[in-house]
T-cell receptor, first 109, second 116 residues
Framework: GDSVTQMEGPVTLSEEAFLTINCTYT??????LFWYVQYPGEGLQLLLK?????DKGSNKGFEATYRKETTSFHLEKGSVQVSDSAVYFC????????FGAGTRLTVKP | DGGITQSPKYLFRKEGQNVTLSCEQN?????MYWYRQDPGQGLRLIYY???????QKGDIAEGYSVSREKKESFPLTVTSAQKNPTAFYLC???????????????FGPGTRLTVL
């Protein structure tokens, strides 16, 4: 079945550092891809999405490009802030919805 | 404001007791979902409902039950048959089942269930 694999955390960065969280997927056909963010004690919020190959999703300085040739959807941000500290989930929708295990990011001042 | 509410935020249960978690949405969404979140395991689907009076088992339905008598409400009952119920439970909704053309799934704030 379909699956999502994302880099294990936790990831700890200093403020203004560059962020990459890797995400790869296995799926038949053409899934839609998503990044969700979960702040402490809260539910998930959609961060960005891409619904076809080569699409780039972006929001709040975060970006991810749907790469079908490498089955990847890596999350990047050029300069992280303390307020970006959260757990990030990569996900796909194909016949159903699958989530990665989540990557915890901590940004230190 | 439209959104999803879950109550209570924290819930404690003794072993052998059934407990019901509430989920209400005022987004006029047809589809609703229940997920279980455990550390390091991401989200796993318990049950989902595409429309009122219909629901389907997800990947880990054993020990759980749901109902969908109203469009706005999708309560989850954790029964005594669930062997390891301590977890964070998330409810979500979307316009249609596995919708991708809009903002996909909206999530509630979650209920943390602890079995004592």
């Amino acid at each position: 079945g379909d699956s999502v694999t994302q880099m294990e955390g936790p990831v700890t960065l200093s403020e203004e550092a560059f962020l990459t969280i890797n995400c790869t997927y296995t799926a038949t056909g053409y899934p839609s891809l998503f990044w969700y963010v979960q702040y402490p004690g809260e539910g998930l919020q959609l961060l960005l999405k891409a619904t076809k190959a080569d699409d780039k999703g972006s929001n709040k300085g975060f970006e991810a490009t749907y790469r079908k040739e490498t089955t990847s959807f890596h999350l990047e941000k050029g300069s992280v802030q303390v307020s970006d500290s959260a757990v990030y989930f990569c996900a796909l929708i194909n016949n159903d919805m699958r989530f990665g295990a989540g990557t915890r990011l901590t940004v230190k001042p | 404001d439209g959104g999803i509410t879950q109550s209570p935020k924290y819930l404690f249960r003794k072993e052998g007791q059934n407990v019901t978690l509430s989920c209400e949405q005022n987004l006029n969404h047809d589809a609703m979902y229940w997920y279980r979140q455990d550390p390091g395991q991401g989200l796993r689907l318990i049950y989902y409902s595409q429309i009122v009076n219909d629901f389907q088992k997800g990947d880990i339905a054993e020990g759980y039950s749901v109902s969908r008598e109203k469009k706005e409400s999708f309560p989850l009952t954790v029964t005594s048959a669930q062997k390891n119920p301590t977890a964070f439970y998330l409810c979500a909704s979307s316009i249609g089942l596995y919708e991708t053309s809009t903002d996909t799934q909206y999530f509630g704030p979650g209920t943390r269930l602890t079995v004592l």
